[in-house]
């Protein structure tokens, strides 16, 4: 199994409030768990609009720190990118015409959507649901990140 990261993950696991960094975790267990084959192990993905979006905030409050911890999880020698490629923005193209989507978050269905039937999105963005053919892993630590 593969667990796309939408960018709200990666902030949740970053930045986020302890209560949504620990949902996220424990979301990611069950997923780990729920795929026998793959003794308790999770292939991690993402995309370079995941790594835009979560560098923003730091950058405009000229966080290094906060910076330098996302960096962290973007140089995961065991992450998997999902490049912007003519395939995953035709795909998104779709995506936004059928189902109203904004484009980032067509850009980021289609980016999960390109790793096969294996690949869960992990988000807390509950509006990925109007995507039938999208697995979706919900995370919800209560009130919202910090």
Same mark, same amino acid.
């Not at 199994?1 to 960018?7: E, T």
């Not at 790594?51 to 905030?57: A, K, N, T």
């Not at 996302?70 to 035709?90: G, K, R, T, Y």
């Given at each position: +199994?593969?667990?796309? =990261?939408?960018?709200?993950a990666?902030?949740?696991? *970053?930045?986020?409030?302890?209560?949504?960094?620990?949902?996220?975790?424990?979301? =990611?267990?069950?997923?780990? +768990?729920?795929?026998?084959?793959?003794?308790?192990?999770?292939?991690? $993905?993402?995309?370079?609009l995941?790594?835009?979006?979560?560098?923003?905030?730091? =950058?405009?409050r000229?966080?290094?720190?906060?910076?330098?911890?996302?960096?962290?999880?973007? &140089?995961?020698?065991?992450?998997?990118? *999902?490049?912007?490629?003519?395939?995953?923005?035709?795909?998104?193209?779709? =995506?936004? $015409?059928?189902?109203?989507?904004?484009?980032?978050?067509?850009?980021?269905?289609?980016?999960? &959507?390109? &790793?096969?039937?294996?690949?869960? +999105? *992990?988000?807390?963005?509950?509006?990925?649901?109007?995507?039938?053919?999208?697995?979706?892993?919900?995370?919800? @630590?209560?009130? @919202?990140?910090?």
């Open positions: +199994m593969i667990a796309f =990261l939408d960018a709200s990666v902030i949740y696991a *970053v930045e986020g409030t302890a209560a949504w960094a620990e949902a996220l975790k424990q979301q =990611l267990r069950q997923l780990a +768990m729920a795929d026998p084959a793959s003794a308790g192990s999770l292939q991690l $993905a993402t995309s370079r995941s790594w835009l979006e979560c560098r923003v905030g730091p =950058l405009r000229r966080d290094a720190e906060a910076l330098a911890r996302f960096d962290a999880v973007f &140089l995961h020698p065991d992450l998997e990118w *999902v490049e912007l490629s003519p395939a995953v923005v035709e795909r998104a193209t779709l =995506l936004r $015409a059928e189902h109203n989507l904004r484009t980032p978050d067509a850009l980021q269905a289609a980016s999960c &959507l390109q &790793l096969g039937a294996d690949a869960v +999105m *992990v988000t807390g963005d509950a509006g990925f649901q109007r995507v039938p053919t999208l697995r979706l892993a919900l995370v919800n @630590g209560g009130q @919202g990140p910090e």
